[in-house]
């Protein structure tokens, strides 16, 4: 399970030995079942997580009602960044769609990687990037986009997780209840005719 993350890490630097042992000894196993949550809303997030297998919805509670802003799937980290770096609690929630393998790490491991290292400093810098690029489109899709675009820019981003998703998922992910989202659905397959 390791190998994979030490290979998405050297994609962002060349991994020196040194590097690679303690990246791979900071790192913990950490198993998700299918509906729970690796963070609740109203939690302080004390670890990021690998996602090595599996699939994650994050969330939030609007006014009762539950609105999903993203999938996360395999090859990619999870967590709420903002409450992981300033132990402050969060307003999210991130929860398993399937059986989950994460590895993960908690503040301090994580600091020591990127105080002790060559390339940690660049490779944490890197992930927040690439976060900080996936929360900047999701605001945008959010306030820029009707459901029918929602519904496109929905496929096009997980195109191969639209059959391990729910429907009804798909729906809070667009914005929509479930049976508009199977009118927006049919829209969308007769346009692409």
């Known amino acids: 399970m390791i ?16 590097e690679i042992k303690l990246i791979e000894s ?5 198993a ?17 997580g690998f996602l090595n297998k599996g699939l994650v919805r994050y969330f939030v509670d609007k006014d009762g009602e539950e609105s999903t802003f993203e ?11 903002q409450s992981f770096r300033n132990a402050s609690v969060s307003v999210q929630n991130i929860q398993a769609i399937e059986d989950c393998e994460l590895l993960v790490i908690d503040y301090p491991k ?14 944490g810098r890197q992930i ?3 976060r900080f690029e996936i929360m900047v489109n999701q605001i945008l899709e959010a306030y820029m986009q009707n459901h029918q675009d929602r519904y496109r820019s929905f496929v096009e981003k997980y195109y191969g997780l639209t059959q391990r998703i729910p429907q009804y998922l798909i ?4 914005g929509v209840r479930p049976e508009s989202l199977s009118r927006i659905r049919k829209r969308f397959v007769r346009d692409l005719s």
């Not at 993350?5 to 050297?10: C, H, Q, T």
């Not at 079942?33 to 302080?44: A, I, Q, T």
């Not at 994580?110 to 490779?123: A, D, E, M, R, V």
């Not at 729906?171 to 667009?174: E, G, I, N």
């Open 3 to 18: 190998s994979n993350l030490i290979n998405i890490l050297g994609n962002f630097a060349n991994l020196e030995e040194n």
């Open 26 to 30: 900071s790192f913990e196993p950490y």
């Open 32 to 48: 998700l079942p299918k509906g729970e949550f690796f963070l609740k809303e109203g939690e302080v997030s004390k670890y990021v």
């Open 71 to 81: 999938f996360t799937s395999e090859g990619e980290f999870i967590g709420d960044y």
């Open 110 to 123: 994580i600091q020591n990687i990127y105080n002790s290292t060559k390339n940690g400093n660049l490779i």
């Open 128 to 130: 927040i990037t690439h």
């Open 171 to 174: 729906a809070s992910y667009v």
